[in-house]
């Protein structure tokens, strides 16, 4: 079962590497599922993770990701995840009553939904949109104006 | 006369393109400098200064430096410098009990202490030093790791 307490636990999880305003909207987005009284918590991806999925290590460490997401106001706690990803520990470990997912977590929301419903828990599931605005929101556009500005 | 209030005034500014650690122990040595009430305001540099000073613009726009600065639990207010930079402007509109300086900001320390002297103000300058770790803590590091793991 879900933890039950009066602050409602919000969990959101990424990779943040190269802090952005659509990183900064999706965290606010999320805390707000949770209301005035929730409390944020977000598990910030192992850099051994990320190189698995997507097979080349961030730039930044994981260790400089987690402090700067945790250096946000709209953040209680940034913890990094688990070198052997798996949902079932870290809800297990967490206990949300909210997991909120981005625009770009389609495959973790699967799998978090197939947990949920085979343990039976009071976890409630919820997707945010992409922040649309005219800015450079994902770390990939930020990757490649750098590139396309500084290389030759 | 520098504004006298229960909580001192810390004045810090900066680029702030591609935010790192380097600029939050930064952002967070200015605000120690005046103590636990202290307010720490940030002037962010405009998307035109950094152009004319630096020959290019920064990566990020001027909105998105600035709402990123602001998200920091560190800092109470993030505002954008004027168009036409003038650090006696700045102090008269601000009016900070203390103006903390960057590592890279010598520059700034002599026009800001010249001021001070001449119009006599009860402001403290102090500088505060390079933020020593094995991580990427410059925007330029940063950058040259991209254009290195990305250009052909």
């Known amino acids: 079962m879900a933890h039950k307490s009066k602050k409602p636990r919000v969990l959101a999880s990424g990779v943040f590497d190269l802090l952005h305003l659509g990183h900064v909207k999706f965290l606010e987005e999320a805390k707000n599922t949770g209301g005035k009284n929730s409390q944020l918590i977000v598990i910030i991806a192992r850099d051994t993770t990320v190189e698995k999925a997507k097979g ?19 953040v209680d706690e940034a913890i990094l995840g688990l070198e052997d990803f798996d949902i079932g520990d870290v809800i297990e470990h967490i206990k949300p009553d909210i997991i909120a997912l981005g625009y770009d977590q ?21 997707r945010i949109g992409r922040f649309e605005a005219d800015e450079l929101d994902s770390s990939s556009k930020i990757r490649q104006r750098i590139v396309e500005k500084y290389a030759r």
């Open 56 to 74: 080349r290590k961030p730039i930044m460490s994981e260790n400089q990701r987690r402090t700067l997401v945790e250096s946000l106001k709209v």
């Open 106 to 126: 389609a495959d973790v929301e699967k799998q978090v939904k197939e947990y949920v419903a085979k343990h039976n828990l009071n976890v409630k599931v919820v």
